[in-house]
Protein backbone atom coordinates (compact mmCIF):
# COMPACT_ATOMS: atom_id res chain seq x y z
CA UNK A 1 0.00 0.00 0.00
CA UNK A 2 1.17 3.57 -1.13
CA UNK A 3 -0.58 6.58 0.20
CA UNK A 4 -0.05 9.80 -1.57
CA UNK A 5 -1.52 13.07 0.01
CA UNK A 6 -2.04 16.24 -1.68
CA UNK A 7 -3.94 20.15 -1.68
CA UNK A 8 -1.70 21.39 1.09
CA UNK A 9 -1.27 25.16 0.98
CA UNK A 10 -1.19 28.60 2.42
CA UNK A 11 -4.92 30.06 2.96
CA UNK A 12 -6.28 32.56 5.60
CA UNK A 13 -8.50 32.36 8.30
CA UNK A 14 -12.00 31.20 7.56
CA UNK A 15 -10.72 29.83 3.91
CA UNK A 16 -11.47 26.38 2.80
CA UNK A 17 -9.04 23.46 1.81
CA UNK A 18 -9.03 20.09 0.35
CA UNK A 19 -6.38 17.70 1.01
CA UNK A 20 -6.61 14.53 -0.55
CA UNK A 21 -4.81 11.24 -0.28
CA UNK A 22 -4.71 8.31 -2.97
CA UNK A 23 -4.24 4.69 -1.37
CA UNK A 24 -2.60 2.57 -4.05
CA UNK A 25 -2.85 -1.43 -3.21
CA UNK A 26 -6.04 -0.24 -1.08
CA UNK A 27 -8.67 -2.08 -1.66
CA UNK A 28 -12.37 0.18 -0.71
CA UNK A 29 -13.20 -2.91 1.25
CA UNK A 30 -10.49 -3.88 3.04
CA UNK A 31 -8.64 -0.34 3.88
CA UNK A 32 -10.02 2.28 7.16
CA UNK A 33 -8.71 6.37 6.02
CA UNK A 34 -7.26 8.32 8.47
CA UNK A 35 -6.09 12.04 8.56
CA UNK A 36 -4.02 13.28 11.33
CA UNK A 37 -1.95 16.35 11.79
CA UNK A 38 1.38 17.39 13.23
CA UNK A 39 2.84 20.41 14.34
CA UNK A 40 6.90 20.74 15.26
CA UNK A 41 7.28 19.31 18.83
CA UNK A 42 4.04 18.27 18.91
CA UNK A 43 2.73 15.12 18.73
CA UNK A 44 0.59 13.43 16.00
CA UNK A 45 -3.24 14.14 16.89
CA UNK A 46 -6.04 12.73 15.14
CA UNK A 47 -8.30 14.73 12.86
CA UNK A 48 -11.09 12.48 10.42
CA UNK A 49 -11.20 8.71 9.97
CA UNK A 50 -13.38 6.34 8.36
CA UNK A 51 -14.09 2.38 8.06
CA UNK A 52 -14.02 0.67 5.33
CA UNK A 53 -17.69 0.25 5.51
CA UNK A 54 -18.32 3.93 6.18
CA UNK A 55 -18.25 4.80 9.63
CA UNK A 56 -17.19 8.19 10.64
CA UNK A 57 -15.12 9.80 13.64
CA UNK A 58 -13.84 13.23 13.77
CA UNK A 59 -11.54 15.45 16.32
CA UNK A 60 -13.66 17.41 18.77
CA UNK A 61 -12.24 20.48 17.39
CA UNK A 62 -12.85 20.19 13.94
CA UNK A 63 -16.23 18.64 14.16
CA UNK A 64 -18.89 20.41 12.35
CA UNK A 65 -15.68 22.32 10.28
CA UNK A 66 -14.00 19.61 8.37
CA UNK A 67 -15.79 16.13 6.41
CA UNK A 68 -14.49 13.50 4.96
CA UNK A 69 -15.14 11.64 2.06
CA UNK A 70 -14.15 8.62 0.31
CA UNK A 71 -14.24 7.48 -3.62
CA UNK A 72 -14.08 3.76 -3.65
CA UNK A 73 -13.69 4.04 -7.41
CA UNK A 74 -10.66 6.12 -7.40
CA UNK A 75 -9.11 4.19 -3.54
CA UNK A 76 -9.07 7.73 -2.55
CA UNK A 77 -10.06 9.79 0.70
CA UNK A 78 -10.58 13.40 0.37
CA UNK A 79 -10.76 15.84 3.77
CA UNK A 80 -12.30 18.74 3.73
CA UNK A 81 -11.51 21.49 5.48
CA UNK A 82 -13.70 24.69 5.97
CA UNK A 83 -13.16 27.67 8.35
CA UNK A 84 -10.36 27.26 9.19
CA UNK A 85 -8.47 28.84 11.87
CA UNK A 86 -4.66 29.25 12.91
CA UNK A 87 -4.60 26.37 15.03
CA UNK A 88 -5.02 24.04 11.83
CA UNK A 89 -1.78 24.97 10.65
CA UNK A 90 0.00 21.50 10.66
CA UNK A 91 1.73 19.02 8.59
CA UNK A 92 -1.55 16.74 7.20
CA UNK A 93 -0.59 12.63 7.17
CA UNK A 94 -3.36 10.24 5.66
CA UNK A 95 -2.64 6.83 6.79
CA UNK A 96 -4.50 3.33 6.23
CA UNK A 97 -5.36 0.54 8.65
CA UNK A 98 -5.97 -3.33 6.78
CA UNK A 99 -8.81 -4.90 8.40
CA UNK A 100 -12.15 -4.86 10.31
CA UNK A 101 -11.95 -2.04 12.97
CA UNK A 102 -14.50 -0.33 15.44
CA UNK A 103 -14.66 3.31 14.61
CA UNK A 104 -13.56 4.22 17.97
CA UNK A 105 -10.14 2.68 17.38
CA UNK A 106 -9.53 4.64 14.38
CA UNK A 107 -8.18 7.84 16.28
CA UNK A 108 -5.20 6.12 17.32
CA UNK A 109 -2.75 6.23 15.74
CA UNK A 110 -1.01 2.89 16.56
CA UNK A 111 -3.57 0.65 14.45
CA UNK A 112 -2.50 2.42 10.97
CA UNK A 113 -0.34 0.16 9.15
CA UNK A 114 1.12 2.75 6.32
CA UNK A 115 1.61 6.67 6.47
CA UNK A 116 1.57 8.69 3.77
CA UNK A 117 4.55 11.56 3.55
CA UNK A 118 2.15 14.62 4.48
CA UNK A 119 1.18 17.48 3.41
CA UNK A 120 1.66 21.02 4.65
CA UNK A 121 -1.46 23.43 5.14
CA UNK A 122 -0.57 26.66 6.71
CA UNK A 123 -3.24 29.34 7.78
CA UNK A 124 -2.50 33.11 8.03
CA UNK A 125 -4.53 35.64 9.81
Known amino acids: VQLQASGGGWVQVGDSLRVSCAAS????????MGWFRQTPGKEREFVAA???????TFADDVKGRFTLSRDNAKNAVYLQMNRLKLEDTALYYC????????????????????WGQGTLVTVSS
Open 95 to 114: AAAIGRSRVSRLQDPSIYDY
Open 25 to 32: GCTYNSCN
Open 50 to 56: VTWSGGY
